[in-house]
């Protein structure tokens, strides 16, 4: 169950509408971007509100929605605001259904307490259904169709970080939600306090960042940069909120920046290290799930590959993988790939696939490197994975990405979906 709100009216004048929506959003300092017939407005991390243009004859079915729940109350009430001064500048009032009657009632701890901390209590009782198994990889509120952090036996992932399902029951037993609640949601209060700066980053930092230097991308930049800018934020406003000092000075480190004055800051403690991407992380491929370092950036090459890749200095790795669908039958292994005169290959079993690689070394442009060629075939796919690297201890490293594929038996192709919006080919 989610909570939220829509909206939806009539208009002559798509134009005038999205000058509108502009204009709001260069005042607030919200992100905005629009295509033809849509637009979307960004408070904050996970805090988005979309509208679509319909045409209707010579009018515009002008209507929008809006997920609430997994940033907070505070977040509900600011849109909903931000509604009100949309339809005071249209001069037009539009039909709001409110989840919350926020819209109506203006009441914001009845909200907050009767729609969010009910809705997290609730959340709370489900991982209390589990406290008692032996879980390694449970999930709330994460997107499926993104990259899966490693499992963490006894814990629940989110978008907000990892926690330890029995304690946490014990937890909010004890406290009551109310606590909780100022560290699972990013804006749980009215205000963009000191809490809502620190969980802004602390969110980056568990599902986003990749904790590589700025100057690998634009990517890593605007990353560092925006957890550091939230963080320093909360900091001077507040030096009593915990803040994960280590984790902040190693960021500063990656983006060449000057750490604040830290000594009088309260300490965020983690049980477990913050940032998912400093593990190994899957990715789903068509009928394949694959297993690679956390810190590796998905680019679509001009000529179609899909890379991944560390550019780390001077020991660097990277991943290239495309997939095939045969329109009859089972696929089969191909060659010959590995080139004349390789070395025997190595086959194993990858769950409901066969795996068969081989790990040479290879020379371009007078430069010496170090090449692992694999084919994986499961029900009608056939995929080709290709590991680069230049450091000869890295085979192990190679071996362990070829040995933790796995195949999926299913009826159809899962297609992944990144964080830059990107999807890999897969071809039919």
Not at 19 to 47: A, M, T, V, W
Not at 309 to 333: Q, T
């Amino acid at each position: 169950m989610s909570i939220g709100f829509s909206f939806e009216t009539s208009v002559h004048d798509k134009k005038q509408v999205k000058q509108i929506l502009s204009e709001l959003c260069k005042e607030r300092e919200l992100g905005y971007d629009e295509d033809e017939n849509n637009s979307g407005i960004h408070f904050c991390p996970l805090g988005n509100l979309y509208v679509e243009f319909i045409q209707d004859g010579d009018e515009w079915i002008f209507k929008g929605d809006c997920q609430t729940n997994l940033v907070g109350a505070g977040f509900h009430k600011y849109a909903i605001e931000f509604i009100d001064a949309f339809q005071e500048r249209l001069g037009k009032h539009m039909l709001i259904e409110d989840d919350t009657e926020y819209e109506g009632r203006r009441d914001f701890e009845r909200m907050r307490k009767d729609h969010f901390y009910s809705w997290l209590q609730n959340i709370i009782e489900i991982c209390h259904d589990y406290a008692g198994g032996d879980y390694s990889n449970l999930s709330i509120c994460w997107d499926m169709n993104q990259y899966q952090p490693t499992g963490c036996e006894g814990c629940v992932l989110s978008p907000f970080g990892r926690f330890n399902i029995k304690e946490l029951v014990s937890r909010v037993a004890q406290e009551g939600i109310g606590p909780f609640a100022q560290e699972f949601f990013i804006w749980n209060n009215e205000e963009q306090d000191a809490y809502f700066y620190r969980n802004c980053a602390m969110h980056l930092m568990w599902e986003k960042c990749y904790y590589m230097p700025s100057s690998r991308s634009d990517e890593d930049a605007i990353l560092n940069t925006s957890i550091l800018d939230y963080l320093e934020r909360a900091m001077t406003m507040s030096h009593e909120i915990p803040i994960p000092i280590k984790d902040y000075e190693y960021l500063c480190r990656l983006d060449e920046r000057t750490p604040m004055d830290i000594s009088k800051q309260a300490v965020y403690y983690s049980e477990t290290p913050i940032g998912y991407r400093k593990g190994w992380v899957t990715i789903h491929f068509g009928k394949i799930d694959i297993d690679m370092p956390g810190n590796f950036r998905y680019e679509r090459e001009a000529d179609g590959n899909n890379l991944w890749y560390d550019g780390a200095y001077p020991d660097w790795k990277n991943m290239r993988v495309s997939g095939y669908l045969m329109n009859e039958g089972d696929a089969d292994f191909v060659g010959p790939v590995f080139g004349e005169g390789s070395e025997p290959y190595t086959e194993i079993i990858c769950g409901e696939g066969r795996c068969r690689y081989v790990i040479h070394e290879a020379e371009e442009d007078g430069e010496k490197y170090f090449m692992g060629i694999g084919q994986i075939i499961c029900q009608n796919g056939l995929y080709l994975m290709t590991l680069c690297f230049n450091n000869e201890e890295d085979k192990p490293w190679a071996e362990e990405v070829f040995s933790r594929i796995k195949g999926k038996k299913q009826g159809k192709v899962e297609e992944m979906t990144y964080p830059e919006e990107k999807k890999p080919e897969i071809l039919n």
